[in-house]
């Protein structure tokens, strides 16, 4: 099943589909990636295996991961087994995972998709992204977010976005990637790589949930037909930064008790109702199935209208990475920022 447009091409899914048919966005090369995904950050070992497992039983069959995450190996195991058990075919698997920021060169793309690959247990991903625009600098592949001794950011200060965007476009050419995209971009950086690409991006990954919107950026990613895929859905719940943001506790969410739904169904169905691919992350076996459990109803345009209200802007960001990412506001490519408040 495919995302609808309607009069005001505004995508709105159809109702009545069931666990396993989960409704995909199709990207400009013909390649479709389901509209929820299991999020993978802070979820390392055993706990991770678990829940990747679960969701597979549960229906999940998109998972989004990242060589930041260090949990590539531990999914890997689990993917691994269910393709060789034959209980899932690979094809039936949409696997996302992300270029790290010590990565942000050219000539070092293949080598860390081909490490991820490997961990992974997988011979191509369906989406590999560049994590955030700013490379930084490690000692070695496993100094994955190098700080100094004042625990700043240790950054590649040669980042070129132009160059790394080639080498993505060539795990493509290899066949290592069915399709390449970029995460944490403004629309100035996005702008710069479609005027150059070969490839373009497929989809873009940002933090988007009831009081961030991304509506500007949203706008600007649809005319250049690339997907938008949510990150922190349920606005981050466990950050310091999201204490007075707290999403899932807004009155409106509320209103879909009307129909026996929690706050996080209604928040996760009013973005995949606008077009948005969401990954919340869970690793708690019950929230994992509640997760899953957003394709049986549809909000109103009342509701959508009141839920679309909830955005506060740039107020609304939960991720300020000039604070969480000490000293990475001085990269080139954190200037010009204008859809993007680091
Ligand atoms: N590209 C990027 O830079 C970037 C940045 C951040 C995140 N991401 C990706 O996006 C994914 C999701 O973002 P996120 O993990 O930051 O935040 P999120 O999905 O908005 O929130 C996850 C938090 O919400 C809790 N939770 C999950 N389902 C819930 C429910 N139904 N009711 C109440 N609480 C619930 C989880 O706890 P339990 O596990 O205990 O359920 C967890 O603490 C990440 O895992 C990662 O894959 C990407």
């Not at 476009?169 to 710069?192: L, T, W, Y």
């Not at 001085?330 to 920022?337: A, L």
Request: proline share 4%; aromatic share 8%.
């Amino acid at each position: 099943m495919r995302l609808q447009f309607n009069s005001h091409s505004v995508p709105v899914v159809a109702s009545g589909s069931t666990m396993s048919q989960v409704p995909k966005v199709k990207f400009f090369n013909g390649k479709e990636m389901p509209v929820l995904g299991l999020g993978t950050c802070l979820a390392k070992g055993d706990e991770v295996r678990q829940a990747v497992q679960l969701a597979l039983e549960c229906g999940y069959r998109h998972f989004d991961t990242a060589a930041l995450y260090e949990n590539e190996e531990a999914i890997g195991d689990v993917l691994g087994k269910w393709i060789s058990e034959g209980k899932v075919a690979r094809e039936e698997l949409f696997i996302t995972t992300k270029l790290p920021m010590i990565a942000n060169r050219a000539e070092d793309v293949t080598k860390f998709l081909m490490m991820s690959l490997k961990k992974l247990q997988l011979s191509y991903v369906d989406l590999y992204l560049i994590h955030f625009p700013v490379g930084m600098k490690g000692k070695d592949e496993n100094d994955i977010l190098p700080k100094d001794a004042e625990g700043k950011i240790i950054l590649d200060m040669d980042t070129d976005l132009i160059s790394l965007w080639k080498a993505m476009e060539e795990q493509v050419d290899a066949g290592r990637a069915k399709s390449v995209g970029i995460s944490n971009f403004n629309s100035e950086q996005i702008d710069r790589i479609m005027k150059s690409c070969r490839i373009q991006p497929a989809n873009h990954q940002v933090e988007i949930h009831a009081f961030h919107q991304q509506k500007e950026l949203r706008a600007f990613c649809h005319k250049h037909n690339i997907t938008v895929c949510a990150f922190s859905p349920l606005g981050a719940p466990y950050k310091e930064e999201a204490k007075d943001k707290p999403v899932l506790q807004h009155p409106v969410d509320l209103h879909g008790c009307r129909w026996g739904k929690t706050p996080a169904q209604i928040i996760l169905r009013h973005l995949i109702q606008l077009g948005i691919v969401v990954i919340p992350k869970s690793t708690n076996p019950e929230r994992i199935k509640e997760n899953f459990q957003v394709f049986n109803f549809s909000l109103s345009d009342k509701d959508m209208r009141d839920l679309d209200s909830l955005d506060q802007g740039r107020d609304g960001k939960i991720f300020i990475f000039k604070d969480s990412l000490l000293g990475v506001s001085n990269h080139q490519n954190t200037h010009m920022i204008f859809h993007f408040r680091i």
